[in-house]
């Protein structure tokens, strides 16, 4: 045996072991020996009553003791429970129990083992079966099992029951009883036991918020004696019994409870009442998984698609508001600067007035320009023309390269 120290991962990566198939292939074509050996009404009786003994063995052995706990008997009818189990070559106990608590764990998500949802109807079904990955044992999901060799022991030799019956029925009943009474019903077993893990994830009816996709089917529950109300299974899964109203058939229950009246099992655990009706509050983690659900049924795509074209034909109005903003205030920027133009070239005009008229300190007065004239000019008659014009120059030459300045410290002012 194989084991593991945590949970196996599913995942893109998972392989499948062709060498796994070659058993479960054959079983299959070892049904159609029938041709040879021929179909007695003996191998048929055999046939129903495997299946039965060995449906009770899988539901109330693998799933409802050694998964989860719902019942308690003594370790000798464990043991038998589980070597019935095992009689139906689904693998070890351990190896059982360990894979559907981790269903239970992640059921319906990346994680799960077998979810048609996820990886679609076959790896469900079947294909997960024969992966590298859950061929282990994962011993760290099944410690209060694990604790006990005799379980330990029948898990490591995962398909001995079944060897033994498939023998017992040979030696009883000859070569049509081996076919059709015991690998017939081995098959059928196996696909009914399947047919919950891929069918009962996918259809059927939905009456509590698991926050996965398991479902009640009346179909699967009469083939599988209760493990179609799945449903309510996924809702509470320590309950002994999986049919929760009266009217849902649940043979496995029945039988155990025969047992119970045996003495053979006892402290059968029921669903509170609270439970069945569904008047207690949610496991935040199942809300939170049905939250997500709800949400994911709306098409996101399209309704931001749908905001999308709304907030564009705001924007659209928004910008047009603006442009006319842009427009009235445009207007407005234009008039100040109109009125501040009037404003600049009257200052300028005075300015330029008091230049001419009034003697400014840092200007050069008539008498600077004439005593630089005569430094400069030979003496003549235009001497005063000279100087008047040169006063008006430079005037005009300073108050240009005032404004320049004064531009240029405008620009600079933060
Ligand atoms: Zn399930
Ligand atoms: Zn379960």
């Not at 918020?209 to 809702?235: I, K, M, P």
């Not at 655990?269 to 008047?279: I, Y």
């Not at 445009?330 to 009125?339: C, D, G, N, P, Q």
């Amino acid at each position: 045996m194989q084991t593991s120290p945590s949970s196996p991962a599913t995942g893109a990566a998972e392989r499948y072991c062709l060498l796994e198939t070659i058993p479960f292939v054959l079983a299959h074509l070892a049904c159609l020996a029938a041709v040879w050996t021929g179909v007695h009404a003996t191998d048929l009786m055999i046939a129903v009553g495997l299946y039965s003994l060995r449906m009770f063995g899988i539901t109330a052995g693998y799933h409802r003791y050694f998964s989860h706990r719902s019942f308690k008997t003594s370790r000798t009818f464990a043991f038998i429970l589980a070597f019935l189990a095992q009689s139906s070559a689904q693998r070890g106990i351990l190896w059982w129990a360990g894979n559907h608590r981790q269903h239970h764990r992640f059921s319906d998500t990346d994680k799960d083992v077998h979810s048609p949802i996820m990886r679609g109807f076959w790896h469900a079904h079947l294909g997960w079966f024969f992966t590298e990955q859950h061929k282990r044992t994962n011993l760290a999901a099944v410690p209060d099992l694990a604790k006990f060799p005799e379980l330990v022991w029948l898990d490591r030799h995962p398909y001995l029951p079944a060897v033994l019956t498939g023998l017992l029925v040979w030696l009883l009943a000859g070569w049509s009883g081996l076919v059709v009474g015991f690998f017939w019903s081995t098959v059928v077993l196996w696909h009914a036991t399947f047919s919950i893990n891929s069918f009962a994830h996918l259809i059927g009816r939905r009456r509590y918020v698991t926050g996965d996709q398991s479902r009640n089917s009346l179909c699967l529950a009469l083939l599988t004696f209760g493990e179609g109300w799945h449903n309510n299974h996924h809702h509470y899964q320590s309950a002994a019994r999986q049919g929760f109203r009266w009217y849902e058939v649940d043979v496995s229950y029945y039988i155990l409870k025969a047992l119970a009246a045996a003495n053979l099992v006892w402290d059968l655990h029921s669903p509170p009442r609270h439970v069945v009706r569904s008047e207690q509050r949610l496991r935040r983690a199942v809300v939170e998984r049905a939250a997500g659900q709800l949400a994911a049924s709306f098409q996101v795509e399209q309704i931001a698609a749908q905001l999308h074209a709304m907030l564009s034909e705001k924007r659209a109005s928004l910008n047009a508001s603006i442009d006319e903003l842009q427009d009235d205030f445009a207007e407005i920027v234009e008039s100040l600067r109109h009125k501040y133009d009037e404003k600049i070239e009257a200052a300028r005009h005075e300015l330029h007035e008091a230049m001419r008229s009034v003697n400014l300190g840092a200007m050069p007065t008539m008498a600077d320009l004439g005593a630089r004239a005569d430094a400069m000019f030979v003496r003549n008659p235009s001497m005063s023309d000279i100087v008047e014009r040169a006063r008006q120059i430079l005037i005009d030459d300073v108050f240009e390269a005032l404004l320049r300045q004064e531009a240029v410290a405008v620009a600079a002012r933060p």
